[in-house]
């Protein structure tokens, strides 16, 4: 990742960086510019979610864009039948997408 110096606008690039939260990643950037020699950190954060994820954390709260049609894809979540898969890539939370949700009354 590269990141513009604020100081001189030449680029800056990573040097290190760590996981702050499940949302956030502070990066420390250095001046590739020797006669400004600026070394900063930046925090990056996750605002919003653009497309929801099929195997979503419960912890996880994030703001979903308005571009999503909620009431739709609650309807479609309803009424799709489901396909028998096995994920292949580890690390979720829950497993089932509706696991996070309250059971319908
Ligand atoms: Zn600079």
Same mark, same amino acid.
């Given at each position: 990742?590269?990141?513009?110096?604020?100081?001189? *606008?030449?680029? !800056?690039? =990573?040097?290190? #960086?760590?996981?702050? &939260? =499940?949302?956030?990643?502070? &990066? +420390?950037?250095?001046?590739?510019?020797?006669?400004? %020699?600026?070394?900063?950190?930046?925090? &990056?954060? +996750?605002?919003? =979610? +653009? /497309?929801?994820? $099929? =195997? @979503?954390?419960?912890?996880?709260?994030?703001?979903? #864009? /308005?571009? +999503? *049609?909620?009431?739709?894809?609650?309807?479609?979540?309803?009424?799709? @039948? /489901? $396909?028998?898969?096995?994920?292949?890539? %580890? %690390?979720?939370? &829950?497993?089932?997408?509706?696991? !996070?949700?309250? $059971? $319908?009354?």
């Amino acid at each position: 990742m590269r990141m513009m110096c604020p100081h001189c *606008k030449q680029n !800056a690039y =990573t040097r290190h #960086s760590g996981q702050l &939260t =499940t949302t956030s990643r502070e &990066t +420390i950037f250095y001046c590739r510019n020797y006669e400004c %020699g600026h070394v900063f950190s930046a925090v &990056t954060e +996750i605002n919003r =979610t +653009i /497309s929801p994820s $099929a =195997t @979503p954390d419960p912890t996880v709260v994030l703001p979903m #864009s /308005s571009h +999503i *049609k909620r009431a739709l894809l609650q309807q479609q979540l309803q009424s799709m @039948p /489901s $396909a028998d898969y096995q994920p292949r890539h %580890g %690390g979720f939370v &829950t497993g089932d997408l509706f696991a !996070a949700m309250p $059971a $319908a009354g």
